[in-house]
Nanobody, 117 residues
Framework: QVQLVESGGGLVQPGGSLRLSCAVS????????MGWYRQTPGKQRELAAT???????NSSDAVKGRFTISRDNAKNTVYLQMNMLKPEDTAVYYC???????????WGQGTQVTVSS
């Protein structure tokens, strides 16, 4: 049973930093596209950033230059380092993983990030 285990998130002041982590458990391989989407009330879930097993990154213009996505393939873990946070980054952040072998995708339970003074 594949599960995504998220950690990180919380409350931070504008200009601050947070780091999100997400591990894929229950998988026998590391061929995953992994990343993060975010959602605010009343809006559709939107891409923050994803990274393939080979390291190809896709990120939204809203986070480029401020957020850095990385991964540890040996641990099946993806990280999102969020710097220079803004109030508009406030959202529930969902970990995402898609198998590059089966194309099946999975979602984490979500973690709240609040940027406020």
């Amino acid at each position: 049973q594949v599960q995504l285990v998220e950690s990180g998130g919380g409350l931070v002041q504008p200009g601050g930093s947070l780091r999100l982590s997400c591990a894929v458990s229950g998988s026998i391989h590391s061929r995953w596209i992994m990343g993060w989407y975010r959602q605010t009330p009343g809006k559709q879930r939107e891409l923050a950033a994803t990274i393939t097993h080979a390291g190809t990154i896709n990120s939204s213009d809203a986070v480029k230059g401020r957020f850095t996505i990385s991964r540890d393939n040996a641990k099946n873990t993806v990280y999102l380092q969020m710097n220079m946070l803004k109030p508009e980054d406030t959202a529930v952040y969902y970990c995402y993983a898609k198998s590059e072998i089966t194309s099946r995708d999975y979602w984490g339970q979500g973690t709240q990030v609040t940027v406020s003074s």
